[in-house]
């Protein structure tokens, strides 16, 4: 299968109720909030981690047999180095079969990686995206530790609340004592939002597609990573996330519409306030500007592609194809 050919933007809001949706480590692992705006943040590497974690869970593990690998991920249960997952993998054949990882969002490479052993590199994937089995000798062995950064063609901004949060602040006990014999436990505190519309926006990017050999499999697979892997976010710090809205734009070469977060926004029913929402059935979402946007730039568009959850509510549908 080629590599995509046309940009593409996805859309994808979630919503996330009595839980933590992304902690800083450097605050209390607080809930990220703009002190400007009162939106929860999330970061893009939350999301990417939910997608890969799906993604090995679902067949993209490196064993025998498997669809694929992840590059970025622990191994034996302990962290790694970039430099030390590439060091497994040789041949050009094992690097593009394994690495769906890469093809997504861009591989990362040892600091020391010469210009010279990146220059080949880049040239072996441009031929195995093109397909071309003489482009190199078929058993030319490559240093795949020492592989520059690739730009993955996939890239999301920081995921924003579409509404003024409510934090909490919740103190419990543990189930252990603090010291053999001891009756006092020990005591836990913790941060939370009581509820958050998450947005998320992102780019895939043809051109750098083509550096990594990027096709629609691959994007099929990174669509159903993200509406599945957020409803299987089920820790005890993460229950309380469903996914709600996923809308994908496939358009003609060189164009995208860009801003499509800023072009919702939340309606709040009768009797509810902004900062006192508790579910998804409390607002309707208004799409007018968005679907408005769409009908604007139709002639520049390919495909629309949707999945939405039954119970969000919108003001007018997004025309679309069912994902």
């Known amino acids: 299968m080629r590599t995509i050919q046309n940009r593409s933007e996805i859309l994808f809001l979630y919503d996330t109720k009595r839980c933590n949706p992304n902690g800083d480590p450097l605050d209390a692992?607080?809930?990220?909030?703009?002190?400007?705006?009162?939106?929860?943040?999330?970061?893009?590497?939350?999301?990417?981690?939910?997608?890969?974690?799906?993604?090995?869970?679902?067949?993209?593990?490196?064993?025998?047999?498997?669809?694929?690998?992840?590059?970025?991920?622990?191994?034996?249960?302990?962290?790694?180095?970039?430099?030390?997952?590439?060091?497994?993998?040789?041949?050009?054949?094992?690097?593009?079969?394994?690495?769906?990882?890469?093809?997504?969002?861009?591989?990362?490479?040892?600091?020391?990686?010469?210009?010279?052993?990146?220059?080949?590199?880049?040239?072996?994937?441009?031929?195995?995206?093109a397909l071309d089995p003489e482009a190199v000798e078929p058993d030319e062995p490559i240093d795949a530790h020492k592989l520059f950064h690739f730009t993955g063609p996939v890239q999301f901004g920081m995921g924003?609340?579409?509404?003024?949060?409510?934090?909490?602040?919740?103190?419990?006990?543990?189930?252990?004592?603090?010291?053999?014999?001891?009756?006092?436990?020990?005591?836990?505190?913790?941060?939370?939002?009581?509820?958050?519309?998450?947005?998320?926006?992102?780019?895939?990017?043809?051109?750098?597609?083509?550096?990594?050999?990027?096709?629609?499999?691959?994007i099929t697979h990174l669509i159903e990573a993200i509406w599945y892997g957020t409803q299987s976010l089920l820790t005890r710090s993460k229950k309380g996330h469903m996914p709600r809205l996923l809308v994908k734009i496939d358009y003609t070469a060189g164009f995208f519409i860009g801003d499509l977060i800023e072009r919702l926004r939340l309606i709040p029913k009768a009797g509810k306030r902004e900062d006192a929402y508790a579910d998804i059935e409390d607002f309707t979402v208004d799409t007018s500007r968005l679907v408005a946007a769409l009908a604007k730039y139709a002639d520049r568009i390919e495909?629309?592609?949707?999945?939405?959850d039954d119970r969000i509510q919108l003001s007018q549908p997004i025309p679309g194809d069912t994902l």
């Not at 495909?303 to 939405?308: D, F, G, N, T």
């Open 160 to 218: 924003r609340s579409l509404n003024r949060v409510q934090e909490t602040f919740i103190k419990g006990t543990g189930a252990f004592a603090t010291k053999e014999e001891s009756i006092q436990k020990t005591f836990r505190e913790e941060y939370i939002i009581t509820y958050g519309l998450i947005a998320f926006h992102g780019v895939i990017n043809e051109q750098a597609a083509r550096y990594v050999g990027t096709t629609q499999d691959d």
């Open 29 to 129: 692992n607080r809930p990220r909030i703009d002190e400007e705006s009162g939106c929860c943040l999330v970061t893009d590497v939350r999301l990417k981690r939910t997608i890969r974690d799906y993604l090995l869970d679902h067949g993209f593990d490196g064993e025998p047999g498997s669809k694929g690998d992840i590059f970025v991920r622990s191994v034996g249960g302990r962290a790694v180095t970039g430099t030390e997952r590439a060091k497994a993998y040789n041949s050009r054949e094992e690097y593009l079969q394994k690495f769906i990882d890469v093809r997504l969002f861009g591989g990362v490479s040892a600091p020391k990686a010469s210009p010279k052993v990146g220059k080949q590199v880049r040239e072996v994937l441009l031929a195995e995206a």
């Open 303 to 308: 495909r629309i592609s949707v999945l939405q």
